[in-house]
């Protein structure tokens, strides 16, 4: 029922730019949290950026100035702008809604398919 669909990857040169979006359909963004994951080759999934129904963003340090997470209410969109591309930056990004699990706690529950991001030099 709950779909996640990322779009806005592609390959650009570093110092560049790209806007990810991510179409919720089926979900109710209330209480927890929406997040952008990445995957690196031969690293593991990394948190990037979330954001609470609130409003409120966090990033990774790494990501911190360059990178701006935010969600249209009407539209039902997450998205990441990024900005100042790196080559560190280069992953598959990954779009997830939290669910409530044992005990109330906020947990990733609906995950996308991911958009490719390459940054080369």
């Known amino acids: 029922q709950v779909q996640l669909v990322e779009s806005g990857g592609g390959s650009v040169q570093a110092g560049g730019s790209l806007n990810l979006s991510c179409a919720a359909s089926g979900y109710i963004f209330s209480g927890c949290g929406m997040h952008w994951y990445r995957q690196a080759p031969g690293k593991e999934r990394e948190l990037v950026s979330s954001?609470?129904?609130?409003?409120?963003?966090s990033y990774v340090g790494s990501v911190k100035g360059r990178f701006t997470l935010s969600y249209d209410n009407a539209k039902n969109t997450l998205y990441l702008q990024m900005n100042s591309l790196k080559t560190e930056d280069t992953a598959v990004y990954y779009c997830?809604?939290?669910?409530?699990?044992?005990?109330?706690?906020?947990?990733?529950?609906?995950w996308g398919q991911g958009t490719q991001v390459t940054v080369s030099s």
């Open positions: 954001i609470g129904s609130d409003g409120t963003a």
């Open positions: 997830a809604a939290d669910a409530r699990g044992r005990y109330r706690l906020c947990i990733p529950n609906y």
